[in-house]
């Protein structure tokens, strides 16, 4: 049933560009110029009501919620918050009827997103789910439903369902702002394009897996470590730290890469590995300070970045790891691949449980 893996976790890592291609099929016209999503059932009137948007979700889909924030702010010019679900009703959020609430859940049934669903429709706001599992909880009580189709997630530590969980995003994101009119056509074929080319673009991360492995070794030599990133790298940098913590229980921390100086980098010690994510093209020179300033302290710097941006950015970094390049707005696609492949083989060197780290269960139904 591990299809010739050793552990689930690296099944469903490898299954990733299947799943980007399963939850795009049937969303997107045949000519490549629109995303059609008639299937959630929200009405053009329903869309243009909208005033504001709250994403709430836990732990990973929380992480991708924080991209879907980005996404939708860009595209469709609505202001977005995004809550972890586990504090969201106690901060007595401002619910109104012009709010859509996106709850996400692989599993559909953890318990605290539920409650939030709940809570947000007994406000009068209309819930929108994005969920792997077709029936369940959330997907039955939500008003309007979009399915990733990553197949079932076994291992603990999520991976594809994260993923999926983007192309949801984007897709959803489109969809408002060609309702809204907020895009160029331009655009939206070029956002189209370039989210076709993911699934092949995943795939020569992963052929690549033989250098994170050595990454991985050298990581897990070390008990703690940061990732930096800023902007949509910084929304990765949170999951590439936890996926980190939950099978390696190395610690790390991730910070927006501009924070550190405001007390962080304190803790900067010679030899202290840092990963650094560099994708966003108007955000490299900002970044690239940051690097710096770690590189001052005796950090050890894994660059993440774009192919074409080994001069600019690996004269900063001490290794560089390049990512096949697409739009800016897409790279969380591809960037938490080779995080996720660090966390994979650190948890082995270490020689722990992969697929069922300590304390955890896949799905939590307790708040
Ligand atoms: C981390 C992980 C958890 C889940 C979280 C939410 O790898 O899997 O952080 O993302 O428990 O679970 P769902 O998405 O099922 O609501």
């Known amino acids: 049933e591990k ?4 552990h689930f976790m690296l099944k469903e890592i490898h299954e990733q560009p299947k799943a980007y291609r399963d939850t795009m099929r049937g969303r997107v016209s045949d ?5 059609t999503l008639g299937e959630i059932g929200m009405s053009d009137e329903q869309i243009k009501g909208i005033r504001k948007v709250q994403i709430v979700a836990c732990g990973t889909a929380y992480h991708a919620g924080l991209v879907g924030k980005t996404i939708i702010e860009r595209l469709a010019r609505i202001p977005v918050e995004t809550d972890v679900a586990s504090e969201y009703r106690y901060r007595s959020p401002i619910i109104t009827p012009d709010t859509l609430v996106i709850v996400v859940s692989q599993s559909g049934e ?14 009068g706001a209309r819930v929108l789910a994005i969920t792997n599992v077709v029936g369940s909880s959330v997907a039955r009580e939500a008003d309007h439903v979009l399915i990733t189709w990553a197949g079932p ?13 983007l192309i949801a995003f984007y897709l959803f994101g489109i969809y408002l702002a060609q ?8 655009a939206v074929t070029e956002l189209l394009a370039a989210m076709n080319q993911l699934p092949e673009q995943v795939e020569s991360v992963l052929e690549q897996s ?9 990581i897990a030599k070390h008990k703690n470590l940061f990732f930096i990133g800023r902007g949509v790298d910084y929304a990765v940098a949170q999951e590439g730290s936890l996926k980190l913590k939950e099978i390696s229980y190395i610690h790390s921390e991730a910070y927006a890469a501009g924070e550190l100086k405001h007390g962080t980098l304190a803790l900067i010690e010679d030899g202290i590995p840092v990963i650094a994510l560099v994708t966003q093209e108007e955000l490299y020179e900002k970044t690239l300070s940051n690097i710096k300033e770690v590189k001052a302290r005796g950090a050890h710097v894994l660059g993440i970045a774009n192919a074409g941006s080994e001069v600019e950015v690996g004269k900063s970094v001490d290794e560089l790891f390049a990512i096949p390049k697409t739009l800016p707005l897409l790279s969380p696609a591809i960037s938490v691949i080779p995080l996720q492949l660090i966390s ?4 082995l060197a270490v020689g722990n449980d992969v697929d069922k780290p300590r304390n955890l269960a896949k799905s939590v139904t307790v708040e």
């Not at 309702?179 to 331009?186: D, N, P, S």
């Not at 033989?210 to 050298?218: D, F, P």
């Open 210 to 218: 033989a250098v994170l492995k050595q990454v991985a070794e050298s």
């Open 344 to 347: 994979y083989y650190a948890s």
């Open 110 to 123: 953890t318990a605290d997103t539920l409650a939030a669903l709940r809570e947000a429709q007994r406000n």
């Open 153 to 165: 997630e076994i291992a603990v530590a999520s991976t594809k369902a994260y993923t999926s969980q």
């Open 31 to 35: 000519d490549g110029l629109s995303v």
């Open 3 to 6: 299809a010739g893996f050793d």
């Open 179 to 186: 309702t809204l009119g907020t895009v160029e056509q331009a």
